[in-house]
């Protein structure tokens, strides 16, 4: 299912499955993400999934197993067995929110109002978790325009802050810094402290749902 591996480190292996971001690629990541993940083989350290690629870390004194667990994925194909939840996720695409909803409306060529009923109809698919914990990168949307990050990344954005680049989005879990474009605010929360998980996870799906004003603070309360 992949297409090429490299050792990346003297303890880690990157599959690579391709250079675009789309989801049967990433179905197929995820695939051999779970498998991994299921059968807890001893010598895997750690698993990271991303739009296009596997990252396999391992005690060294295992490489030869790991090599023939490399060769044996080749053979598994478990696309039938990934488990996907929905989140319905609610966002306020208020102006106070959407800081960057101009940047939106030249690269897209649509008003707000029309990109609000596109990124809020849309399934996304959850291709990754990255950055920092509990951040989704979401995607993708029906559109073909191109959309950049922002030239002066902002030093601080609010957590729960929504953000747009091309065909993507994320949800900032916490307070942090960063380049995408601002698009709204949800109170949705990304991260279980307590049991130090994720809530969305990939392979998952999210529908936005959008809000007033009036109800985003009744839900921040």
Same mark, same amino acid.
């Given at each position: 299912?992949?297409?090429?591996?490299?050792?990346?480190?003297?303890?880690?292996?990157?599959?690579?499955?391709?250079?675009?971001?789309?989801?049967?690629?990433?179905?197929?990541?995820?695939?051999?993400?779970?498998?991994?993940?299921?059968?807890?083989?001893?010598?895997?350290?750690?698993?990271?999934?991303?739009?296009?690629?596997?990252?396999?870390?391992?005690?060294?004194?295992?490489?030869?197993?790991?090599?023939?667990?490399?060769?044996?994925?080749?053979?598994?194909?478990?696309?039938?067995?990934?488990?996907?939840?929905?989140?319905?996720?609610?966002?306020?695409?208020?102006?106070?929110?959407?800081?960057?909803?101009?940047?939106?409306?030249?690269?897209?060529?649509?008003?707000?109002?029309?990109?609000?009923?596109?990124?809020?109809?849309?399934?996304?698919?959850?291709?990754?978790?990255?950055?920092? %914990?509990?951040?989704?990168?979401?995607?993708?949307?029906?559109?073909?325009?191109?959309?950049?990050?922002?030239?002066? %990344?902002?030093?601080?954005?609010?957590?729960?802050?929504?953000?747009?680049?091309?065909?993507?989005?994320?949800?900032?879990?916490?307070?942090?810094?960063?380049?995408?474009?601002?698009?709204?605010?949800?109170?949705?929360?990304?991260?279980?402290?307590?049991?130090?998980?994720?809530?969305?996870?990939?392979?998952?799906?999210?529908?936005?749902?959008?809000?007033?004003?009036?109800?985003?603070?009744?839900?921040?309360?």
């Amino acid at each position: 299912m992949f297409i090429t591996y490299q050792q990346t480190s003297e303890q880690s292996y990157l599959l690579n499955y391709g250079e675009d971001i789309n989801i049967i690629t990433n179905k197929k990541v995820i695939s051999h993400f779970n498998y991994l993940i299921k059968n807890k083989f001893k010598y895997i350290f750690n698993v990271v999934p991303s739009f296009n690629k596997l990252l396999i870390e391992f005690d060294i004194n295992f490489k030869k197993d790991v090599e023939i667990l490399i060769q044996k994925l080749k053979l598994i194909d478990e696309n039938d067995e990934v488990k996907s939840i929905q989140h319905l996720i609610s966002v306020c695409y208020d102006e106070e929110y959407a800081l960057d909803y101009k940047n939106v409306e030249n690269a897209f060529s649509i008003d707000f109002d029309e990109f609000i009923n596109l990124h809020s109809s849309s399934i996304l698919n959850v291709f990754m978790i990255g950055f920092m %914990p509990g951040l989704p990168f979401l995607g993708l949307l029906n559109i073909n325009q191109s959309l950049p990050r922002l030239e002066n %990344p902002r030093i601080s954005i609010p957590a729960g802050s929504v953000g747009v680049v091309d065909k993507l989005s994320v949800i900032y879990p916490n307070q942090s810094s960063g380049g995408w474009n601002l698009v709204g605010k949800t109170t949705f929360n990304l991260f279980n402290k307590n049991s130090n998980t994720t809530i969305l996870n990939p392979g998952d799906t999210v529908k936005f749902h959008n809000i007033s004003k009036k109800d985003f603070i009744k839900n921040e309360k």
